[in-house]
């Protein structure tokens, strides 16, 4: 068993550093043993496969994760943990820690840099206050990474994954299952964390596509301006409206038109968000924008 999840230990580290936990960056460090041999098991993390992590935090999962892999490069904004870091990862030579905004850092240069010839993936225990903007960010800038295994809010964690066309769906449903297949793995409770969070978690990983699940008519329309996602979003805006009204609201456009688009997609006007899948969202993207 790590030492970094001994309690004492940990606590011991951080009060000789100085180190007070911050709300404000999601700091809630995993105390429980067996949360991140699990992790880095699922994540995928070998020896021919890099892992990117975001917010290590004291460095427990790193510690895991740089015992399977042959080498973890981990971003964390918090310079405070810096010198922690450099004490509770002093005996691997595989880390890499770099103290940046994983909101700004440029994770194309980092993986062509830290990892030319080798398969990646992302493991990451979130901050909350980040899950859904770091999550799109990741799978917008369509990293080659093989998968993304998070621990996240339960409740998000089942937004997450839910299928689009399902009453749990949202507008990240879509996003997601767009780039990707989305997977449960487990979950965690508030007092796997020190300081322990109000709400259960749950660790999820989402399996990158080679391809997207749906037939794009433009693909500059749908990716490059990111229409889809925009439509996505203004459906699911006013979720207890019907998708002529959450549209014609989120849009800015006159109810005819989309009225009409609708029609022309094939989906009855008094259709709500959450009954639409993802082919029908792109049927309605291409009607709006695309004349088709
Ligand atoms: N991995 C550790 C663990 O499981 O115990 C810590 C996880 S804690 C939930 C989230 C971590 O992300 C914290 O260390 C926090 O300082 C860091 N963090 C918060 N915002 C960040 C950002 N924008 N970029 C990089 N790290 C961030």
């Known amino acids: 068993m790590s030492k970094l ?29 067996t949360v991140c041999p699990k992790m880095s098991e699922m994540c995928g993390a070998d020896e021919n496969t890099g892992v990117i992590e975001i917010g290590p935090g004291a460095g427990v999962l790193t510690n895991e994760l740089a015992q399977r892999s042959y080498k973890v490069v981990a971003v964390e ?27 700004k850092l440029d994770f194309h240069k980092l993986i062509r840099e830290e990892f030319p010839d080798s398969e990646v993936v992302i493991c990451a225990n979130l901050p909350y206050y980040i899950t859904s ?62 300081p322990a969070p109000k709400v259960e978690s749950a660790v999820i990983r989402l399996n990158i ?21 925009k439509v996505v979003r203004a459906s699911f805006l006013q979720r207890r409206k019907t998708l002529s009204n959450s549209l014609s609201a989120g849009l800015s456009k006159p109810k005819a038109e989309i009225n009409e688009a609708l029609a022309k997609a094939g989906i009855p006007a008094n259709a709500r968000a959450e009954e639409m899948t993802m082919q029908q969202f792109a049927d309605i993207t291409a009607a709006l924008y695309c004349g088709i």
């Open 5 to 33: 999840t001994d309690i004492n230990y940990i606590k011991g580290v951080l009060s000789r550093h100085g180190f007070t936990f911050s709300k404000a960056l999601g700091q809630n460090f995993l105390v429980n043993p």
């Open 77 to 103: 904004l918090d310079k405070r943990l810096l010198p922690v870091l450099a004490e509770t990862l002093s005996e691997h030579r595989n880390v890499t820690v770099i103290n940046d905004d994983a909101m």
């Open 133 to 194: 903007p770091i999550l799109m960010r990741l799978l917008e800038e369509r990293l080659p990474v093989k998968a993304i295994t998070v621990m996240v809010q339960k409740e998000a964690a089942d937004r997450i994954c839910a299928l689009p066309g399902t009453r749990a769906s949202g507008a990240i449903s879509a996003a997601v299952h767009y780039y990707c297949e989305p997977e449960m793995l487990f979950r965690v409770s508030p007092g796997s964390f020190i």
């Open 209 to 229: 596509l080679k391809e997207p699940p749906i037939t794009a008519a433009d693909e500059k329309l749908f990716f490059k301006e990111k229409l889809f996602f």
